[in-house]
């Protein structure tokens, strides 16, 4: 049914089981090659181009693929622009030129967007899984106990991060995932932004959709959690902007509603099994994917922010965000913005998505100048 097109249709093959199960039922339902397109990075550790290859050589599509190297930050204006909202996904900038690249073959496009809310497919729920089930300390006693462990441990060490986890009433901790935590929040914002947004926060959110879900288990509320908030307001915001952008229609077969309710009544140990995600559609899908496909790592469609903040965008970080002429010195606390910058550059953890969103914030508030100039 998505296939239906007077216009030249393809999809998006990124390596990743979704995109590849995409491919490999279009095929079936095809008298031509599937159009493909792919986007890689030159960083080993990012670039999913073999993976694609693979899956295009099986089903003989007709594959076209594209590197991206670290100037393609130039787009943030226009991609913030574009959006309308200091929208921080680093995806954005791969999404945007696999699109750009796409509709030089196609008009229509197949994505295999939904798969990960659908079937547990994201690294986070196992290790919130486990915080719900195994951490069984009353609430004020992990307050006091991984409190005090998260605040003596310096931000670049490695557990900083899972000790603020468990410092939170466990049946809500996956309601605080968030690029800024409370406590970073506290110091990064100016008094003044701070006093306009009051109690305010994306957490309080987050946690009332999980308190008021009907889900039988932990592992269906952080599924429909993401469903309500992350699928809709990042994910598919991002395809459709990227895209649109491209004059590119994107569709997505796995979120069709008979399909979608068909996942909702499959237990949750049948998606997430063993620290097996999306198993039951892994197993359902086997008979389509090479088995190095269905074994590999999640990887996302992540950018090398890592690699490129620290060596060749590092002076576009400085320049932009620790600069006398940044509009977000009116807003945002700039010892703490130096001091976040410096910590991705020596961490042991991936602070990056802190700089780019800081990145995302200059790029908008320069492009909104009505918006600077307030008193301090």
């Given at each position: 049914m998505r296939?239906?097109?007077?216009?030249?249709?393809?999809?998006?093959?990124?390596?990743?089981?979704?995109?590849?199960?995409?491919?490999?039922?279009?095929?079936?339902h095809s008298n031509h090659p599937i159009k493909t397109s792919s986007i890689g990075f030159k960083e080993v550790e990012f670039n999913e181009l073999p993976y694609a290859r693979m899956i295009a050589d099986k089903y003989k599509t007709e594959h076209h693929e594209q590197i991206i190297e670290p100037d393609s930050i130039d787009i943030l204006p226009k991609l913030v622009d574009a959006f309308d909202e200091p929208f921080a996904d680093s995806s954005s900038i791969p999404t945007y030129y696999v699109s750009k690249f796409a509709r030089e073959n196609v008009t229509v496009v197949l994505s295999g967007d939904g798969g990960d809310e659908l079937f547990a497919g994201y690294n986070a729920y196992p290790k919130f899984q486990r915080i719900q089930r195994y951490n069984r300390l009353p609430h004020l006693l992990n307050q006091l106990l991984w409190g005090r462990i998260h605040d003596c441990l310096p931000t670049r060490y490695r557990g900083k991060g899972m000790s603020y986890f468990l410092s939170l009433p466990r049946d809500s901790a996956y309601a605080s995932q968030t690029v800024w935590t409370q406590p970073e929040r506290s110091r990064l914002f100016r008094k003044n932004l701070r006093d306009q947004i009051g109690n305010y926060a994306a957490e309080t959110y987050k946690e009332d959709i999980l308190a008021a879900s009907t889900a039988p288990d932990y592992l269906s509320r952080m599924q429909e959690l993401d469903m309500r908030t992350y699928m809709t307001d990042d994910i598919l915001t991002k395809v459709d902007r990227s895209s649109m952008m491209n004059s590119l229609e994107?569709?997505?077969?796995?979120?069709?509603?008979?399909?979608?309710?068909?996942?909702?009544?499959?237990?949750?140990?049948?998606?997430?099994?063993?620290?097996?995600?999306?198993?039951?559609?892994?197993?359902?899908?086997?008979?389509?994917?090479?088995?190095?496909?269905?074994?590999?790592?999640?990887?996302?469609?992540?950018?090398?922010?890592k690699m490129w903040f620290r060596d060749s965008l590092r002076d576009y970080v400085h320049d932009h965000l620790l600069a006398s002429s940044s509009p977000i010195g009116e807003f945002l606390q700039i010892d703490y913005v130096a001091e976040?910058?410096?910590?991705?550059?020596?961490?042991?953890?991936?602070?990056?998505?802190?700089?780019?969103?800081?990145?995302?914030?200059?790029?908008?508030?320069?492009?909104?100048?009505?918006?600077?100039?307030?008193?301090?």
């Open positions: 296939m239906i097109s007077d216009v030249p249709l393809g999809a998006f093959l990124s390596g990743g089981i979704d995109s590849s199960v995409i491919v490999s039922l279009m095929e079936q994107v569709r997505v077969p796995l979120l069709d509603h008979e399909f979608a309710e068909l996942s909702f009544r499959i237990p949750s140990h049948m998606k997430l099994r063993n620290g097996s995600k999306k198993y039951i559609f892994r197993k359902a899908m086997s008979r389509y994917l090479p088995q190095n496909i269905l074994e590999q790592r999640k990887r996302g469609f992540g950018v090398p922010l976040a910058i410096r910590n991705s550059e020596t961490s042991h953890r991936d602070l990056n998505v802190k700089v780019w969103s800081l990145l995302v914030f200059d790029a908008w508030l320069r492009g909104n100048h009505s918006l600077t100039g307030t008193q301090r």
